[in-house]
């Protein structure tokens, strides 16, 4: 969905990002869980971080800073993961996406939100729905169905070490 079709208020769900806050359609958001230990996976990129044990599923945890070109999400008292759902050719992947922290659930009508900026065409900027205004700032409203290639939900979707699929089976956190 474009700005320009966009006609009732949406929610979305802010985060930040080191200074700059983001966010995310709320109808793609399952839920905010506290940070927790994710396990390591071997030969997986930088921004996937590893993987966390859902009541019993393997949910793939991935660090949007690095995926961004920022540095690494740090762990603190205000570090979570968003549960969220990513659709790519007609598949559905539950992923957990590393935020700094979360903001508020905001209403924004069509007519506080500005096209994605066009920058050039070396800057990729197609995983931007729109440029939400709220106050004397901008929200940078992320299509989290095109931050993802299918390259990296491939990796992600087959990303499963043998021993936490084995906990998951067996209901152990």
């Known amino acids: 969905m474009t700005v320009a079709n966009m006609t009732e208020t949406m929610q979305y769900l802010t985060f930040k990002l080191g200074d700059e806050v983001f966010a995310l ?12 230990t994710v396990t390591g996976v071997p030969r997986t990129p930088d921004f996937m971080r590893g993987v966390i044990n859902l009541r019993g599923s393997v ?3 991935v660090d949007l800073r690095l ?6 999400t740090e762990n603190s008292v205000n570090t979570c ?3 969220t759902e990513v659709t790519l050719d007609g598949d559905t992947t539950v992923l957990g996406a590393l935020a700094d922290s979360v903001q508020e659930v905001l209403d924004l009508d069509p007519g506080s939100i500005a096209p994605a900026p066009r920058i050039g065409t070396k800057l990729r900027t197609e995983f931007i729905k729109g440029m939400g205004k709220r106050d004397d700032r901008f929200v940078i409203i992320l299509d989290i169905d095109r931050i993802f290639s299918q390259d990296d939900l491939s ?11 084995a906990l ?5 956190s």
Request: aromatic letters at 4%; glycine letters at 4%.
């Open 25 to 36: 359609d709320i109808s793609k958001v399952r839920e905010v869980l506290d940070f927790t």
């Open 59 to 61: 949910v793939p945890v």
């Open 67 to 72: 995926k961004f070109g920022m540095t690494r």
């Open 81 to 83: 993961i968003i549960i």
């Open 155 to 165: 990796l992600v979707q087959t990303t499963e070490p043998p021993r936490v699929a």
């Open 168 to 172: 998951a089976t067996a209901g152990v």
